[in-house]
């Protein structure tokens, strides 16, 4: 998933898209759970003042990558 990807199926013809997201339904909620979650944690990294949380949480991505 790149940027170019995600805008491509922006783009894309809404019943077309409607389509294939309802077919693999329970994959799409199980990864925007998952996605809340990220956000989650980066809001109360990007309020920590230290800033100790957000390195943290950067550098424990880069590693998984």
Not at 3 to 20: D, H, I, K, Q, Y
Not at 22 to 36: D, H, L, M, P, Y
Not at 40 to 60: C, H, P, Q, V, Y
């Amino acid at each position: 998933g790149s940027w170019a990807s995600l805008t491509r199926v922006a783009a894309s013809n809404p019943e077309m898209v409607a389509g294939f997201l309802s077919t693999n339904a329970v994959e799409q909620k199980r990864a925007i759970i998952r996605f809340e979650k990220e956000l989650k944690r980066l809001t109360k990294a990007l309020n920590d003042k230290s800033g100790r949380m957000l390195l943290k949480m950067l550098a424990d991505r880069q590693r998984t990558e």
